[in-house]
């Protein structure tokens, strides 16, 4: 059975960086796409930026997209999200997701309904 495990989070002031690291236990043989997903408190979770596992092809959240990088590497399994000059509005538990067999990455940013493993998260927190 598949998981995932998030690493990374952390507290930091308004423009500093962070890696958040997903770690799955195993790569399916079928072209699912790994997705980065943010809930803050009070508020519906939201996707953040997707990545195809097959392809290397992202999207992101506009929100994001000039400050978020989302990467992959099949052979560690591993999917990260480098997120730059952060602000308290990206203050939320990242999740990382698994695609269903039907998901795709491209054109928008990850629906949750497309995702149907994940990760238990880890907490960004951005403040001064």
């Known amino acids: 059975q598949l998981t995932l495990v998030e690493s990374g989070g952390g507290l930091v002031q308004p423009g500093e960086s962070l890696r958040l690291s997903c770690e799955a236990s195993s790569w399916t043989a079928d072209y699912a796409p790994v997705a980065w997903f943010r809930q803050a408190p009070g508020k519906e979770r939201e996707g953040v930026s997707c990545i195809s596992r097959i392809y290397g092809t992202t999207v992101s959240a506009d929100s994001v997209k000039d400050r978020f990088t989302i990467s992959r590497d099949n052979a560690k399994k591993m999917v990260y999200l480098q997120m730059n000059n952060l602000s308290p509005e990206d203050t939320g538990v990242y999740y990382c997701?698994?695609?269903?067999?039907?998901?795709?990455?491209?054109?928008?940013?990850?629906?949750?309904?497309?995702?149907?493993?994940w990760g238990r998260g880890t907490q960004v927190t951005v403040s001064s």
């Open positions: 997701a698994y695609g269903r067999l039907d998901a795709t990455c491209r054109n928008s940013p990850p629906k949750v309904s497309e995702y149907n493993r």
